[in-house]
C-alpha cells in the first residue's frame, strides 16, 4: 500500500504532526467499504444530522485503527481538520482502488 498520510496543525493552520501508514489488514476492508458507502449516500442524498454524526463517528474510530493508534481520538479531534480528516480517508480508499486494479 503506498503510504497514508494525516497531518495534525494548529489554530493557525500551521501542521505541527504528521503520522504515516502503510500497512493496510484484511480484516479493515469491511469497515472501509461499509464507510465508504455510506460517504457515497451523504452526499447523493437528504441525511439526518445523526447519520452524520454517526457516520463521523465511526470514520475517527476507522482512522485510529488504520493508524494503529499513534494518537488519541482527543487528539483527532483536536488537530485535526475536517478537510484532511476526509483526505486521509480519501487517500485509504484510492489505495484499495488501485490495489484491485492491479490484480
Not at 29 to 36: R, S, T, V
Amino acid at each position: 500500500m503506498k503510504p497514508v498520510f494525516i497531518n495534525f496543525t494548529d489554530d493557525e493552520g500551521k501542521k505541527t504532526k504528521s503520522f504515516t501508514t502503510c500497512s493496510l489488514k484484511t480484516g479493515m476492508m469491511d469497515n472501509i467499504f461499509d464507510l465508504a458507502e455510506r460517504a457515497d449516500g451523504l452526499e447523493k442524498g437528504n441525511v439526518s444530522i445523526a447519520e452524520v454524526k454517526n457516520f463521523y463517528g465511526d470514520l475517527k474510530s476507522l482512522i485510529l485503527l488504520i493508524f494503529k493508534y499513534q494518537f488519541s481520538l482527543e487528539e483527532l479531534n483536536e488537530g485535526v481538520e475536517q478537510a484532511e480528516l476526509m483526505k486521509a480517508f480519501s487517500s485509504i480508499c484510492n489505495n484499495i482502488g488501485g490495489e484491485m486494479k492491479k490484480n
